[in-house]
């Protein structure tokens, strides 16, 4: 099934005409509504008339999160609060959240988008579907949810944290599908298998997102559970889940072209690349008002390809990730970066600047270790001094990255310090 | 009177203990008393020792973390109920004890290693109730 059929199966050549038309509206509409996209044009003379095509889009400044930041909180925002319906929010690379407003139409637009890779994934107004994803600021559950709706699903906006009664009402309502991170299934399938519910469940599409998953972690999850699991990826500065998702040819992932032009840039010459050269990923909003982004670097590593799918659709295809070009974690579908954890110890007094971070995945559950050296100056000879600096430092890393970790003090000098660029992270996982 | 407690911070893996004493046995330094409190992540090794500073010097050197801090050194009568007074004593101050460990030497006499949340008060205490404590020295003579 195929949900916008005049959309996502256009011809290439009508594709290209139809991103050249919305493109030269874009900046048209940022030129006058984004005074930092201005400010960017006329620093290097460019009018808004000079775009003329989508082959144009090369003349455009890029964007990335550290704009984001510096125009915290609605610097960007192209409308007025009147026309802003919802704002979600994402981890910035410090202290402040990345910080993206949707008005009525980016909303309709988004779960338009998402009804498409539910549809993709066999999700149609006959199945039930239990969203387990967390609502909230993330994008994840609401985006998801609106999708859903969309399309006529039952709709079962579970969010996370309790498994137990996820899996009694996956059996209870006789579930159909699923949205939720690949880990947090596989650890629910292992829920299942334990409490011996798996021959109960109807289960028969999971549309997992959120994180990097390997090609292991999805044939373990289609064979657990007797499943067909679906990619969907997304990320807040663009719309959220639902840039793209795998349909059942698991070709690459579907882009909706004709709301993100999506480039694969060199990483060094940032120049975009021809199809199935790796390299850094690149979304420009074709059509969205509250936000729109130009050139928006996301650093996720992939590659890219224009020919017709199997599946009939024409849209690109982005392929399964290949890393990232910063030192951006995803911990439980969370977004981390090691400077925020930096950031957050400088406000504990008794602790070194030296940090290391430890993520693993114990029973498909990431596990977030930060090792910590303490001060000399403030050793001490009693246990409950170092206890509440432990709990004062879990505390504070989680205020910053919304995610509990464990936090461990550790000798003196144990910490590795590089020369150059600091290593602050051992990832266990292998998820590239 | 107070004694210096040589105090080291020694995560839990194995032979980390081990190495500690092994800096102590190289530089000649002599323990008296030790009392080891463990976390399952840490522990916390407390020393009395007949050359402290020496031994926090060395072991700063091999790369411990460790603290000289004070505490007090209490004689007290070899014989049942005797810790029990002294405690009583104290608490009847309304003092707090972070720690204590004992160990007993003579026949006549028992030696408990006390830290409390005022340590200088507690000394005024034992000295007002005529109860001797005594310096790393005097009990490395013993």
């Known amino acids: ?432 | 009177m107070f004694a210096k407690q040589l105090t080291v911070f020694i995560e839990n893996r194995s032979g980390r203990l081990s190495e500690v004493l092994g800096v102590l046995k190289q530089n000649n330094v002599n323990i008296l008393s030790l009392s080891l409190a463990d976390t399952t992540e840490f522990g916390l090794l407390r020393l009395i020792v007949d050359n402290a500073a020496l031994g926090k010097e060395k072991l700063t050197e091999s790369g411990f973390s460790s603290l000289l801090s004070n505490v007090s050194i209490i004689q007290i009568p070899h014989k049942v109920g005797s810790l029990q007074e002294l405690l009583k004593v104290i608490d009847d101050n309304g003092i707090n004890i972070e720690y204590m460990y004992g160990l007993s030497i003579e026949s006549e006499e028992a030696y408990v290693v006390l830290k409390a949340s005022d340590i200088a008060k507690v000394d005024e205490i034992l000295t007002d109730n005529g109860i001797k404590t005594i310096s790393c020295d005097d009990l490395a003579s013993l």
């Open chain 1, 1 to 432: 099934m195929i949900w916008n059929e005049t959309k996502e199966c256009m011809s290439r050549d009508q594709m290209t005409a139809l991103q050249s038309a919305r493109l030269v509206k874009l900046v048209d509409y940022v030129y006058h509504n984004v005074e930092f996209y201005r400010k960017k044009m006329q620093a290097i003379d460019l009018m808004p008339g000079d775009i003329k095509s989508i082959e144009d889009i090369v003349k455009l400044p890029f964007t990335t999160k550290d704009d984001l930041r510096d125009n915290y909180p609605f610097g960007l925002f192209a409308v007025p609060n009147s026309e802003i319906v919802r704002i979600h929010a994402s981890s910035g690379t410090t202290g402040k959240a990345t910080v993206v407003g949707y008005t009525r139409y980016d909303l309709d637009i988004w779960a338009e988008c998402v009804a498409r890779c539910m549809t993709m994934a066999g999700v149609g107004k006959d199945d039930i579907i239990q969203i387990a994803y967390g609502y909230g600021l993330f994008t994840g559950g609401l985006g998801a949810h609106g999708g859903a709706e969309k399309i006529g699903a039952t709709v079962v906006p579970m969010s996370t944290g309790n498994s137990k009664k996820l899996t009694t009402m996956m059996v209870d309502f006789g579930a159909t599908a699923i949205a939720c991170t690949p880990s947090y299934l596989l650890h629910i399938s292992e829920v299942l298998e334990s409490e011996g519910l798996l021959d109960q469940i109807k289960l028969k599409s999971a549309i997992c997102g959120a994180e990097p998953w390997t090609e292991k972690m999805h044939r373990e999850i289609e064979t657990k559970l007797n499943i067909k699991a679906f990619d969907i990826y997304g990320l807040s500065e663009i719309m959220g889940p639902g840039v793209a998702c795998d349909c059942e040819f698991h070709r690459g992932l579907h882009v909706c072209e004709d709301h993100f032009y999506p480039e694969v840039l060199d990483t060094k010459t940032l120049t975009p690349l021809a199809d199935g050269e790796t390299g850094e990923l690149a979304f420009t909003t074709l059509t969205k008002e509250g936000i729109p982004l130009i050139r928006y670097r996301t650093k996720d590593l992939t590659s890219i390809d224009h020919s017709t799918c199997e599946c009939g659709r024409t849209s690109a295809r982005i392929s399964r990730f290949k890393g990232r070009v910063d030192d951006m974690l995803i911990i439980r579908g969370v977004n981390v970066f090691p400077s925020q954890v930096e950031a957050a110890l400088v406000e504990v007094d008794m602790v070194t600047p030296h940090y290391m971070m430890i993520v693993d995945r114990v029973n498909n559950l990431d596990t977030l270790e930060v090792q910590v050296e303490m001060d000399p100056r403030y050793y001490t000879d009693e246990i409950r001094v170092i206890e509440s600096l432990t709990k004062k430092i879990a505390h504070v890393i989680q205020q910053a990255l919304g995610l509990s970790a464990k936090v461990k003090i550790v000798e003196p000098q144990t910490l590795v310090r590089s020369e150059g660029k600091a290593v602050h992270v051992i990832d266990k996982r292998k998820l590239y």
